[in-house]
């Protein structure tokens, strides 16, 4: 069905938070805004299937600086709109078996480089603070301060209550279907109406090589990598433990309320766009990983899952206008830090958009995250 002909400045493809944080902080900068996503649900995707971790030190060092960016957004809860706290303190605690220990002394130095405050504990030190380590398998631990879980649910809807008070139009179930320049615009077709407007952003997750070719961008090569989550009961009482993550990033587990934990392998399967199910042998990988270094015993999952972490060819996202095609915006390649980033990335986003560079920090960061770095020479 086809509804009537709508105008907008920017259309956001994709409600996730990528999507939904661009829209809230472009119709903070004076633009009109329709936000259009092809689920029932804006988080049905990645943003609805995160580890929900806050780790200044996690992932390239271009997504570190859009962490740090994003910290005083998250610290004051998405500027009050947040019902409760979004960062809930949760520390991080990198552990390695014996012969392995260089690993925590690489991670001593990435950690020092971003001045997050670490120790360096002893197989005592790290079972006071995760009593199920098994000692027959940790050697040593590095004790990373400074981490929070992030309530991404609610800052996820802090941002649509914010974006739906500034006007954003939010349309579910419109996917987008075409997309064709017009004029100095573009005509957006969506299973439910057509729109026009003067920029697209493309928020569009996995999908975002997708959506580019719908507008006749090229791809750039997003990959769309499977990771796989599971959750379990246990009798220790966990509440307080850290995330635990071995130093080599083969798998992790962390709290997930009373007598819960949630556990990963930290796979990651290339995959296609899509609603990624977990593969019974991965969550087999995972369970033999966390029982091989813990006293946890897992015997039976209670619920698993799976989700897309989607990078960039070089695994830094990518924000900004498309060289070729004017008036088609990348907002991409989040990869494993997308819901940290998100305030930064946004706030670059709408900025960019409005024909500026931000100062400071996140200026600085404008062409390492320009689509322009993979355009041919
Ligand atoms: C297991 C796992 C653990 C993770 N842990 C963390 C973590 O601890 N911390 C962290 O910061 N990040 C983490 N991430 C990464 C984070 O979840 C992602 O980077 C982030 O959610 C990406 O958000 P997004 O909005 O780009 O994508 P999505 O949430 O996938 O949203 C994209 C949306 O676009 C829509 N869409 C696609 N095509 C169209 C179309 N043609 N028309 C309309 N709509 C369309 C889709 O339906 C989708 O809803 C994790 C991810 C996974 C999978």
């Known amino acids: 069905m086809t509804g009537p002909r709508d105008a907008a400045d920017v259309v956001v493809i994709g409600g996730g938070i990528a999507g939904i944080s661009a829209a809230f902080e472009l119709a903070g900068t004076g633009h009109e805004v329709v936000l259009v996503e092809r689920e029932p649900t804006l988080t049905a995707h990645s943003t609805g299937r995160s580890a929900a971790q806050f780790l200044a030190s996690y992932g390239e060092a271009t997504n570190r600086r859009l962490s740090a960016a994003s910290r005083q957004f998250l610290d004051s ?51 006071q603070v995760c009593g199920a380590l098994d000692s027959a398998w940790v050697a040593g ?144 990988l995972g369970i033999e990983a966390v029982n091989r270094a813990t006293t946890l015993s897992i015997r039976a999952v209670r619920s698993t899952w799976a989700g897309l972490r989607t990078f960039s060819p070089d695994s830094v996202p990518v924000v900004g206008f498309d060289p070729y095609v004017p008036g088609f915006f990348w907002c991409a390649g989040q990869g494993g830090t997308g819901i940290q980033t998100a305030p930064a990335v946004a706030r670059l986003t709408a900025a960019l958009i409005g024909g500026e560079i931000p100062a400071g920090d996140l200026g600085a960061l404008e062409s390492q995250l320009s689509p322009k770095r993979f355009a041919a020479v």
């Open 77 to 127: 809860n998405a500027d009050g709109l947040a019902d409760s706290d979004v960062l809930l303190p949760r520390n991080v605690l990198w552990v390695a078996p014996a012969r392995h220990e260089a690993q925590l002394e690489e991670r001593l130095r990435a950690n020092a480089t971003t001045g997050t405050p670490c120790d360096r504990l002893d197989v005592d030190e790290a079972m």
């Open 141 to 284: 631990a590095v004790l990373e301060h400074g981490g929070f879980d992030i309530d991404v649910a609610g800052l996820h809807q802090a941002y649509v209550r914010g974006a739906r008070s500034r006007g954003v139009k939010i349309l579910r179930q419109h996917g987008v279907r075409g997309l064709a320049s017009a004029g100095d615009g573009w005509r957006v077709d969506t299973d439910a109406g057509e729109f026009s407007c003067r920029v697209v952003v493309n928020a569009a997750g996995a999908w975002t090589d997708e959506v580019a070719a719908l507008a006749g961008a090229c791809k750039l090569g997003m990959r769309p990598l499977r990771r796989t989550v599971f959750t379990f009961s246990t009798s220790y009482d966990c509440d307080n433990w850290p995330l635990v993550i071995s130093a080599d990033e083969s798998f992790y587990f962390k709290p997930e309320g009373p007598g819960q934990l949630l556990g990963s392998p930290a796979d990651e399967h290339p995959d296609r766009p899509g609603d990624a199910r977990p593969r019974e042998v991965d969550v087999a």
